[in-house]
T-cell receptor, first 113, second 114 residues
Framework: GAGVSQSPSNKVTEKGKDVELRCDPI?????LYWYRQSLGQGLEFLIY????????KSGLPSDRFSAERTGGSVSTLTIQRTQQEDSAVYLC???????????FGSGTRLTVV | AQTVTQSQPEMSVQEAETVTLSCTYDTSENNYYLFWYKQPPSRQMILVIR??????QNATENRFSVNFQKAAKSFSLKISDSQLGDTAMYFCAFEYNSGYALNFGKGTSLLVTP
């Protein structure tokens, strides 16, 4: 596609429910990144994919968070048993080559009530 | 781990004026990359400018330029002839040579006023 696409753009869920956030990167971009942006905060790194493998999962805040990427393309970030502190904007980015900067999606705003 | 510090949470500038946003970072590495990203209210992060640490020449993109001081670990962004559309959050970011994700500062909120 022309850009990085994220869906849904907004999600309201009840505490304790599971949610799936989707990221469709730019075609041909081998690297994919997930970040979390809480209100008034910077971007918190969650996980990085190179192809389908995740060499760096160090940012996942707890075992309730998981992510996968299939076919070197679409990625899904899953949050199980959501908590109110999970409320944030989840940003996905992809890049075609290391150190050349990322192309970001518009994010998914997750609100846990 | 490296840290990126943006000491100005908020700034304001009048249209057509020049403004400089500060960024400092801490690393023991010699090869790395620095970036400035802009995040307007639409939420989408946009790459503004990129600097390679091994290049002494400061990067420039139209009205945007950087002052890269490697010894001081400083990477400021200068916006000339500010426009209303420049109103946004600006994030400074650091990246190692390879294999690691970008590390962002907490951002500076810039307001351009008429």
């Amino acid at each position: 596609g022309a850009g990085v696409s994220q869906s849904p753009s907004n999600k309201v869920t009840e505490k304790g429910k599971d949610v799936e956030l989707r990221c469709d990167p730019i075609s041909g971009h081998t690297a994919l990144y997930w970040y979390r942006q809480s209100l008034g905060q910077g971007l918190e790194f969650l996980i990085y994919f190179q192809g389908n493998s995740a060499p760096d999962k160090s940012g996942l805040p707890s075992d309730r968070f998981s992510a996968e990427r299939t076919g070197g393309s679409v990625s899904t970030l899953t949050i199980q048993r959501t908590q109110q502190e999970d409320s944030a904007v989840y940003l996905c980015a992809s890049s075609w080559k290391e150190n050349y900067g990322y192309t970001f999606g518009s994010g998914t705003r997750l609100t846990v009530v | 781990a490296q840290t990126v510090t943006q000491s100005q949470p908020e700034m304001s500038v009048q249209e057509a004026e020049t403004v400089t946003l500060s960024c400092t970072y801490d690393t023991s590495e010699n090869n790395y990359y620095l970036f400035w990203y802009k995040q307007p209210p639409s939420r989408q992060m946009i790459l503004v400018i990129r600097q390679e640490a091994y290049k002494q020449q400061n990067a420039t993109e139209n009205r945007f330029s950087v002052n890269f001081q490697k010894a001081a670990k400083s990477f400021s962004l200068k916006i000339s002839d500010s426009q209303l559309g420049d109103t946004a959050m600006y994030f400074c970011a650091f990246e190692y040579n390879s294999g690691y994700a970008l590390n962002f500062g907490k951002g500076t909120s810039l307001l351009v006023t008429p």
